[in-house]
């Protein structure tokens, strides 16, 4: 396994392991969150798809299945959280004073870490890559983690 697909695969199940944790408590109590949405300046009816995405789409890109179209909903997520929420706010995330204010460092952390694995992709422990799902051309195979020894390091 090259190291680009190590780091994607540490990203990807990162990431996904994060949305779910933060979709767990949305899904399972949609009027709260339906509530927080309205109190925020979305649509309360919003608050079911970004649940369901958090929730099933975390378990998904966790997995590696559909992981570039989850990583983009996941990104195009983040954007919309971190343009109209936590930009306003500022940068740090822990911002003193008010509990509920948290600035878009985290949001622009996470855009990083999924661009990584779109670029890159799902790697090779993902059923994306288990039923054969590639990108349109043909990704070399797996290397070796070993350094070659005709190449100087």
Same mark, same amino acid.
């Given at each position: 396994m090259t190291r680009a697909a190590l780091v994607s695969t540490l990203n990807r199940i990162f990431c996904g392991a994060v949305f779910l944790i933060h979709g767990t408590p949305k899904i399972?109590?949609?009027q709260e969150t339906s509530s927080g949405f309205v109190?925020? @300046?979305? &649509?309360?009816?919003l608050a079911v798809p970004v649940a369901v995405l958090e929730f099933f789409g975390g378990i998904l890109l966790m997995a590696g299945l559909l992981t570039r179209i989850m990583t983009g909903l996941f990104m195009i997520e983040m954007v919309v959280a971190g343009l109209k929420v936590h930009f306003p706010v500022g940068w740090d995330v822990f911002q003193f004073g008010d509990p509920m204010a948290r600035g878009y460092e985290y949001n622009l952390a996470l855009i990083l870490?999924?661009? @990584?694995?779109l670029l890159i992709g799902p790697g &090779?422990?993902?059923v994306d890559r288990l039923i054969g799902w590639r990108r349109?051309?043909?990704e070399p195979p797996v290397e070796s983690f070993e350094p070659r020894p005709d190449v100087a390091p």
């Open positions: 399972f109590n949609l109190a925020m @300046g979305f &649509p309360g009816w870490l999924l661009l @990584g694995v &090779p422990f993902s349109g051309r043909e």
